[in-house]
């Protein structure tokens, strides 16, 4: 069974309306639950690690066990984005959530056995990166889906939707830990896969409109707007992961007798939830705009939560972390928002007729340099406090760390894009 679309045109009011709407929500759904799979096994570990009760691995090596994926994560993001256009979004999404059933199945045979070396666990930890590449295929190939108009809220459900794997592995997996052992961890998701792949054989498009020049979207990488997106991005999206991810651990390491289990999905969710508004006001006050003030109300929240630590319990540590959660959500929405925006405003300045489709092909391609990038932010964050625990055994130094990049994204965002000069002052792209 083939199933290729040769006449796509989102961008044509009629064509929207006969037909390109609903094909592109059903492509949609979809695509968010594949994706939501694989921000599950992704993120796995998040928990698995803060459950493990292995008395020789030290907090640095158990934050090496939650890192890891998202440093792989991170590199696979790339071949990742051409994965749709190289082979198309219906096969691709087949592909990329089947490849999941690796991590989870081995997953599940390595904590079986307490006396599974350190090194088999950092490798086993490394192939739940393979959930993080599906974020960018799923994205670029959305991208195609849906017109210029409507970009901000598509790409914001479709990634809120699998950001709330996050969440639902903190959730569900402290309770399946609990019923059936830890093990089960790995177990529990592998049906769920199976159902993701089957359903997006079945229900999904490839896009014949979707084919792009390898080497014309890599082009995209000599362009200076992907790195300052990517850099910024490494604010926002790897923010949301490293916080998600770190959340467990971090907080049994600070607060051992604290019910952490039974809240740490509420950050994720809000997260997650939040974030397709930021798109939504990307869409009606600029993205550049929305994400400048983000940025401040990040450092707000690492410097509240920097506070909780120092003089309070764990419930004002949990509610200041959770405003950075809400705030990363919030910038994911708006940075993501302005990647197309940027493009397009690109070609339109240097291009005539095909403006539109190269922006498109631009963009989507970038989305795949800006999400590896960003991702890497995750590792990044979760390196930190293991770095902190290890030099100082507290997380101050990872939070002041934290504090000071945040200031250099929102004044990065605001020279690049809220001055009078350059991509900003190309009004219709509204970044």
């Known amino acids: 069974m083939t199933r290729w679309i040769h006449d796509w045109h989102p961008d044509d009011p009629a064509f929207w309306a006969r037909t390109g709407r609903k094909t592109a929500r059903r492509n949609l759904v979809f695509s968010v639950f594949a994706e939501h799979l694989g921000f599950t096994v992704w993120t796995l570990w998040s928990v698995v690690a803060a459950n493990m009760g292995r008395l020789d691995l030290s907090t640095d090596e158990l934050f090496w066990l939650v890192a890891l994926p998202n440093l792989i994560g991170s590199a696979l993001r790339l071949p990742y984005t051409f994965g749709p256009a190289r082979f198309g979004g219906r096969t691709f999404t087949v592909v990329s959530a089947l490849l999941l059933l690796i991590p989870a199945v081995a997953l599940g045979f390595a904590v079986s056995d307490p006396g599974t070396p350190f090194w088999v666990l950092l490798v086993i930890a490394a192939l739940a990166g393979l959930g993080g590449g599906n974020f960018a295929s799923s994205m670029a190939n959305i991208t195609y889906f849906y017109p210029q108009s409507k970009q901000g809220s598509a790409l914001g459900l ?3 939707g699998g950001n709330i794997g996050v969440s639902s592995v903190q959730l569900v997996v402290p309770l399946v830990i609990g019923s059936l052992g830890l093990a089960a961890a790995g177990w529990f998701w592998v049906p769920f896969i199976v159902v993701a792949a089957v359903c997006a054989w079945l229900f999904m498009d490839n896009l014949a409109t979707a084919k792009a020049d390898p080497r014309e979207q890599l082009a995209v990488a ?79 929240g690492v410097l509240l939560t920097w506070a909780a630590v120092s003089g309070g319990g764990f419930w004002a540590f ?16 708006s940075t993501y928002r302005m990647i197309p925006a940027i493009f397009l405003a690109t070609a339109l300045a240097e291009r005539g007729a095909d403006a539109q489709e190269y922006g498109r092909r631009q963009a989507s391609a970038a989305i795949g340099i800006i999400s590896a990038v960003g991702a890497f932010g995750g590792f990044l964050i979760n390196r930190g406090f293991g770095m902190s625990f290890a030099g100082t055994g507290s997380p101050a130094a990872a939070f002041a760390a934290f504090a000071a990049f945040y200031a250099a994204c929102g004044a990065l965002t605001w020279w690049c894009y809220l001055r009078t000069v350059g991509v900003a002052s190309l009004a219709h792209a509204r970044v």
Do not use: E, H
């Open 318 to 333: 949990f509610a200041a972390f959770q405003l950075l959660f809400v705030t990363a959500g919030i910038g994911n929405g």
């Open 222 to 300: 000599g362009s200076a707007q992907t790195w300052v997106m990517s850099f910024l991005y490494i604010g926002t999206f790897g923010s949301f992961i490293g916080y998600s991810t770190a959340f467990p651990l971090l907080a049994k390491s600070l607060y051992p007798q604290a019910p952490w289990a039974a809240v740490a999905f509420a950050g994720p969710l809000a997260g997650s939830l939040i974030r397709p508004v930021g798109g939504w006001l990307a869409d009606r006050l600029g993205g550049a705009r929305v994400t400048v003030w983000t940025f401040a109300a990040m450092g707000a």
């Open 158 to 160: 479709n990634a809120a």
